[in-house]
């Protein structure tokens, strides 16, 4: 997948972090529940869902991005983390 602005490259894969310290989890539960729609409620929750997954992940999202591409790939990345703590 690749950022159709040209923001960044094509990845390859995303590596999930195998463990999280608890507090991330309790985050990753918290911003779940105000995007699991898909969309997020406000402003606010798409900030702090694109900071977790920059935190999480190691990348250098802009908070403040409309890019499709980019917003999904971020909602992916919770939505598998979310999956996985929550079984």
Do not use: H
């Amino acid at each position: 997948m690749q950022c159709p602005k040209g923001f960044w490259l094509k990845t390859t894969e995303i590596i999930t972090p195998e463990d999280l310290p608890q507090d991330i989890i309790d985050e990753i539960l918290l911003v779940w529940e105000d995007i699991k729609t898909g969309r997020a409620i406000n402003k606010e929750a798409k900030a702090k869902m694109i900071e977790l997954y920059n935190t999480i992940y190691m990348t250098k999202y802009s908070i403040g991005t409309n890019c499709g591409s980019c917003i999904s790939t971020c909602f992916q990345g919770i939505k598998t983390l979310q999956e996985k703590y929550t079984k």
